[in-house]
């Protein structure tokens, strides 16, 4: 899985980097299919908002979080594409 990081307003520093590879190493235990990653980091006063955009073998995953922290805003990320994953995985194997 390759992750593209891209801040807007925003000093991408080693350890926000490093959050971010570890958290989004998580997904990939539930789904491997995820063929590479947009995350963009965008602070506007005192917003910190996260989105990313998964690409996948047949699909496009998109989210977005917004709190006062950039580390909890990309918890919350996390855990909205992890809800959306698991559902997409449950699509694909549902066979009748």
Do not use: W
């Not at 005192?46 to 989210?63: I, P, Y």
């Amino acid at each position: 899985m390759q992750i593209e990081i891209t801040g807007h307003h925003v000093d991408i520093t080693d350890a926000l980097r490093d959050y971010i590879e570890s958290k989004f190493s998580k997904l990939k235990r539930h789904f491997d299919k995820v063929i590479n990653v947009h995350v963009i980091l965008t602070v506007e006063k005192k917003v910190q908002k996260v989105e990313a955009t998964l690409h996948m073998s047949g699909n496009d995953v998109h989210a977005e979080a917004e709190s006062e922290d950039m580390y909890a805003s990309v918890d919350t990320l996390i855990d909205k594409l992890d809800r959306q994953i698991m559902k997409y995985k449950e699509k694909m194997t549902d066979h009748r």
